[in-house]
């Protein structure tokens, strides 16, 4: 699906922007809705905020601390502490654990290889 608030109906549009619906600007952050077939927008700390808003890319809300931790590659049963602010703000800035799984596999590799280089 993905897309953004212009691509809303026109009068959920200007529910949504209010005054700044006739302003002239792009505004492409806000309202976006995530794509089902394309890799996720970057998350930010504070996904409800009208200007960095991620949506889910089919029900009109925003994602769930839990969905955006999938998005991160988060196990489903990773507990996160504190506020739901203090939640998100965790998942935002975080590197996404498959992504450092497979930067630390090949740092090992890499080890390994000059490791064996320097005992031949």
Not at 32 to 39: G, I, K, N, Q, V
Not at 95 to 114: K, Q, T
Request: net charge positive; charged share 25%.
């Amino acid at each position: 699906m993905g897309g953004y608030w212009r691509d809303l109906p026109e009068e959920v549009q200007k529910e949504y922007m209010g005054g700044s619906y006739g302003l002239a600007g792009g505004k492409t952050g806000m309202a976006r809705r995530l794509s089902l077939a394309e890799p996720s927008l970057t998350l930010t700390c504070a996904p409800a905020q009208k200007q960095t808003e991620r949506c889910h890319p089919i029900e009109t809300r925003p994602l769930t601390v839990r969905e955006y931790a999938r998005i991160q590659t988060f196990p489903d049963d990773w507990e996160f502490a504190g506020r739901l602010s203090s939640k998100y703000r965790q998942i935002g800035n975080a590197v996404p654990v498959n992504l450092a799984y497979a930067v630390g596999r090949s740092l090992i590799r890499l080890f390994n290889d000059i490791e064996k280089a320097a005992h031949s």
